[in-house]
């Protein structure tokens, strides 16, 4: 059965380095979403992409975060410099387009020390 | 903008008990509105959907129906079991927000034996 893979699963990093996360949606999937997922919470989308174009990262925290999908395939998160408030969940989502079902991923773990 | 608020929790049931958890939302256009599940340590799961008012999703014991008049659509099973325990999100999408998926807080749910 199709998944949408997330790497890593979890991730220790200090504050003030750089991590990234990795998200390879469904094939043929032209949506994909990162949402972030505070403890307690429910998800909150941070960026959402059709094919390799943004469509939506109005609550991206810019000056500290960045996401790409180069090809319009997979996608990379990344953070830096992390700080303590960035522990979270990070899930990822695929769908084969808008207004259709959202898959996600097992997500990663983020804690900062 | 839009949101969902659904009852708190934590919702602590006996075996075979009746199960609702409360869900109402606010949006700006004419959602879809969905539940979805989260089992422990892992990304969430689409339980049940539906798209427009007076439809009824269902699926695997579980049913709610969106109430356009009430702008709710509470989740309900008649009989849970001890595997039903997970943490319960209720989520909207719509037009007007690139149908981003919109998520409750959260409900979590225990079923002991």
């Known amino acids: 059965e199709a998944e949408v893979a997330q790497s890593p699963r979890y991730k220790i990093t200090e504050k003030s380095q750089a991590v990234a996360f990795w998200c390879d949606p469904i094939?043929?999937?032209?949506?994909l979403y990162w949402y972030r997922q505070i403890l307690g919470q429910g998800p909150e989308l941070l960026v959402q992409?059709?094919?390799?174009?943004?469509?939506?990262d109005s609550q991206l925290p810019k000056d500290r975060f960045s996401a790409e999908r180069l090809k319009g395939v997979d996608s990379t998160l990344k953070i830096q410099p992390a700080e303590l408030g960035d522990s979270a969940m990070y899930l990822c989502?695929?769908?084969?387009?808008?207004?259709?079902?959202?898959?996600f991923g097992q997500g990663t773990r983020l804690t900062v020390v | 903008g839009d949101s969902v608020t659904q009852m708190e929790g934590p919702v602590t049931l006996s075996e075979e008990a009746f199960l609702t958890i409360n869900c109402t939302y606010t949006?700006?256009?004419?959602?879809?509105l969905f539940w979805y599940v989260q089992y422990p340590g892992e990304g969430l799961q689409l339980l049940l959907k539906?798209?427009?008012?007076?439809d009824k999703g269902s699926n695997k014991g579980f049913e709610a129906t969106y109430r356009k008049e009430t702008t709710s659509f509470h989740l309900e099973k008649g009989s849970v079991q001890v595997s039903d325990s997970a943490v319960y999100f209720c989520?909207?999408?719509?037009?007007?927000?690139?149908?981003?998926?919109?998520f409750g807080k959260g409900t979590l749910l225990t079923v002991n034996p």
């Open positions: 989502a695929s769908s084969a387009g808008v207004n259709t079902e959202a898959f």
């Open positions: 094939s043929g999937h032209a949506t």
């Open positions: 992409f059709q094919d390799e174009s943004v469509v939506d």
């Open positions: 949006a700006t256009g004419y959602p879809s």
């Open positions: 539906a798209t427009k008012a007076d």
């Open positions: 989520a909207l999408s719509d037009r007007g927000s690139n149908y981003k998926l919109t």
